[in-house]
Each structure stands twice: as structure tokens, then as C-alpha cells.
């Protein structure tokens, strides 16, 4: 072949191997990944999320400690929601404000954006529905917190105009009442007890006259009439009624008796079998002992309180005094009650002269030491204190002839129910007012 025909020749196959069969490369060529789908482009529905049910915060009312200060009645909560998109909560019941006098309202929060259902409200104490009565203008609540009251009503006497019988509720309302029948109104004074029995009728004493029981109709259904009755009664678990003879008892006298239904004395206590010695001798003050409190306790012994003596003493049930409590640390005791863990809790007078002046005050003192381990002065106008009970809530129940507080352990009033009428000072303003109050937990 000629040069320059191999030189083309040449030139014609190196041409044909640099371009390549093209076409036949998608048969044996690795496809290139690609990336998964933007949600731009190709939109994934999302995991369904449950949509969070709402919560409600509530500022919490601080319960005192014994370092605090004086603890002003707190606002009531103010309900703060959880930002949105959320349904919002159903209402949920508020607690009263505790001044003025508070009525069970509630503060919805916003209606739901969308027909979700609601979630179950959390009940609380307050959304428990309080018995409503009338209100009485001559019964007073100043001071109510819903969250640290002990629950219940409360059954006191009332003496003052005409002398009744009322079981009140939170607010003062009266739900029952029972005014004492005109024939017996000379004997509510000084000072008349009540207490609720488990027939739900009442019991209660009228001094220098008797003991009567009236069923809630105003019925009278049983009765023991003696001059000797003081100030206390108590309807025992085997029916029998245990009570005091302290108005203007003698030496002769017993100062504590138990009587059966049928009214036989089947039990009694004279305390010159113990006490007819220095320095109780020659001590009188309306009556020799003026004994005011019974107690059966739960070992079967008796707790009783000699006013006079200035201390109280526990009786086992053959007459002797198992011991003595209070003696240097009272001063004109009234209701002593005995403590689960032992301590008495009493409201005191100091009516002595070397106490006289000294602020009247419920104080509770160790069972063994006689120590006073607490107490709560009460102010001069709600003078003579009369009565004090420990609550379930471990409150203080505390009955001055005005006034009627709950406080906690550390001193700060919750409740207080007072009486809207002044008692001025005499012979007789001693008897007039309130004497004794008990709540009554579970209404």
C-alpha cells in the first residue's frame, strides 16, 4: 500500500477507537445512588404525636413552719394553663378566699379549640360539696382556709339572747338548731356542753338542773335530772352516761357518776376518799372541787378534772388515783382531753393571784414532765377560754367566750367563727357567749 494511503488508513482506525460504542454502556454501567426524596418534593406523612392534654399549675399555699411569721390568709389560687396549641381544662373548683367570707365558686379556664375530649379532673377537698344553711348574723367567719381547715361541721352552744343549740358549717351557716325550751333557760348558766352521739342525736347538760338527750326533731328522748350537774356529759359504747357533780359540791358528795339508761347509779367517785387533806382541805371556790371534765379513757380508767385542785387526775375503775397530772402548771383547768401520745390538752384560766392577768391560753403539757410544750394565748376579749380539742388534721379547736379559732401547730389561725355581739363585763357575762365547741368530721 502507498504511504500516504497507510497514513489515512491509519488515521481512520485510531479515530474510530478514541469515540467508543456509546449506546452499549447502559447495559454494564453501575447506577449512580441517588438521595431519598426532600419532603419538598415528596411530602411523608408524619408519625401521629399525641397531642398533650393540659396542665394546670397552681401556686400551692405554703404550709407554715414553726419559724415562720404571722401567716396572712393567702389569695386564693390563681390557675396558670400550660402554653398552647392545647384544650384547655375543664373548671376546676377554686378554694374560698378566706376574707370575707367566701362562697364555693369555681374559675373556668378557656372553652377547647377543638371538640377533644377533656381529661378527668383531679378531685380535691375543696370541690367536695359543702351543706348550706342560713346565715345567722350573729355568727361570724372572719377567717377561712379551705386547704388547712380540718373538715366538718361544728356543734356549739350559743348563749346569748336566747339560749339554742346550732351545728354550723365552713362558712357559719347554721344547718340545725335547737333552742332550749323556755322552762329550762335559767340553767345554760355558767356555760352548757353539747356533743353529737352516734344515733345522731345530741346530749347535752344544763347545769344545776340535768342531762337530756333530744333526737334532731327537738325531741327530748331521755333525761337525768340532778342540781349536782356541772359542765360535762359523755354517753358511753355500753349506752350508760357518765357526768360531773361539781355545781356546789360538798365533801359529802360524789364528783363523778355513771348512770344506765334506766338512770341507776352504777358507778361513782368521791374525791374526799383521796383529796380530804392539806392543801386541798380547805379550798372553795362555787363548790369544794368544782370537778368540770370527765374522761373515759380507753384502758378503762377515768380522767377527771378537779378545777379547784388546779390539777387532773386518772381513777382506775375501783376509785384509786393511778396519778396526778398538771399540777404547778395549771390554773383553772377546763376539758382537759388526753393525747394519743400521752400530753394533756387543756384550756386554762389563770384565775390564781399569782396568774392573774397573765393571757388565758389552751396549752398542751407532757404527760410525764407536766412541761407545757405548747400553747396559744387568746386575746383579752374573748376572755374566759373554756375549751380545746386537738383535730384530726392535728389542729387546735379553741372555744373562748367570743371567739372560736382552728390553728395549726404553728400558731396560725385557719378558722375562726366569731360572735357579732359585744359581752360587757358583770356577773354575768362569765356564762354568756360560747362555752364549748366539737367538729364534727365527715359532714
Not at 140 to 163: F, I
Not at 235 to 260: A, C, H, K, S, W
Not at 319 to 346: K, Q
Request: proline residues 13%; charged residues 15%.
Amino acid at each position: 500500500m502507498p504511504p500516504r494511503t497507510l497514513s489515512l488508513f491509519a488515521a481512520l482506525v485510531l479515530l474510530t477507537s478514541c469515540a467508543g460504542p456509546a449506546r452499549v454502556s447502559t447495559s454494564t454501567a453501575t447506577p449512580v445512588p441517588t438521595a431519598p426524596p426532600a419532603a419538598v418534593s415528596t411530602p411523608v406523612p408524619a408519625v401521629p404525636t399525641p397531642v398533650p392534654q393540659p396542665t394546670v399549675v397552681r401556686t400551692a399555699t405554703p404550709v407554715p413552719n414553726a419559724t415562720s411569721p404571722q401567716m396572712a390568709p393567702p389569695a386564693a389560687p390563681t390557675p396558670t394553663v400550660a402554653p398552647p396549641p392545647t384544650p384547655a381544662a375543664t373548671p376546676t373548683a377554686v378554694p374560698p378566699t378566706p376574707t370575707p367570707v367566701p362562697a364555693q365558686t369555681s374559675t373556668p379556664t378557656a372553652e377547647p379549640a377543638a371538640p377533644t375530649a377533656a381529661p378527668v379532673p383531679t378531685p380535691t377537698r375543696s370541690a367536695v360539696a359543702m351543706p348550706r344553711g342560713r346565715v345567722d348574723p350573729l355568727l361570724v367567719v372572719d377567717v377561712y382556709e379551705a386547704a388547712l381547715v380540718s373538715p366538718g361541721t361544728t356543734l356549739l352552744p350559743v348563749q346569748v339572747d336566747s339560749p339554742r343549740i346550732v351545728e354550723v358549717n365552713a362558712l357559719g351557716e347554721v344547718l340545725w338548731e335547737y333552742r332550749i325550751p323556755n322552762a329550762l333557760r335559767a340553767f345554760t348558766n355558767p356555760g352548757f356542753d353539747a356533743e353529737l352521739l352516734s344515733n345522731d342525736h345530741i346530749l347535752f347538760v344544763l347545769p344545776g338542773n340535768g342531762v337530756y338527750e333530744v333526737d334532731r326533731s327537738g325531741t327530748i328522748v331521755w333525761s337525768y335530772r340532778t342540781t349536782k350537774i356541772s359542765h360535762d356529759a359523755d354517753r358511753l359504747p355500753n349506752g350508760n352516761t357518765i357526768f360531773v357533780f361539781g355545781n356546789n359540791d360538798t365533801r359529802d358528795d360524789p364528783q363523778v357518776v355513771e348512770v344506765d339508761p334506766g338512770g341507776k347509779v352504777v358507778w361513782s367517785w368521791y374525791a374526799k376518799d383521796h383529796f380530804d387533806r392539806a392543801p386541798y382541805r380547805d379550798v372553795s371556790s362555787e363548790g369544794w372541787t368544782h370537778t368540770n371534765s370527765v374522761q373515759r379513757l380507753a384502758n378503762g380508767n377515768t380522767q377527771i378534772c378537779l378545777r379547784n385542785f388546779q390539777l387532773v387526775a386518772e381513777v382506775d375503775p375501783r376509785g384509786a388515783v393511778v396519778r396526778t397530772m398538771g399540777e404547778g402548771s395549771l390554773d383553772g383547768p377546763h376539758d382537759p382531753v388526753l393525747l394519743a401520745g400521752g400530753n394533756l390538752l387543756v384550756a386554762t384560766q389563770n384565775t390564781l393571784a399569782v396568774n392573774r392577768g397573765k393571757p388565758q391560753a389552751a396549752i398542751e403539757i407532757d404527760g410525764t414532765t407536766g412541761a407545757i410544750v405548747w400553747g396559744y394565748p387568746i386575746a383579752f376579749a374573748s376572755w374566759p377560754v373554756r375549751d380545746a380539742n386537738r383535730l384530726a388534721n392535728g389542729n387546735t379547736l379553741i372555744t373562748g367566750s367570743t371567739t372560736i379559732v382552728e390553728v395549726t401547730p404553728q400558731r396560725n389561725v385557719v378558722w375562726q367563727l366569731r360572735l357579732n355581739r359585744t359581752i360587757q363585763p358583770g356577773p354575768e357575762s362569765a356564762g354568756l357567749g360560747f362555752y364549748k365547741a366539737d367538729r364534727i368530721a365527715g359532714r
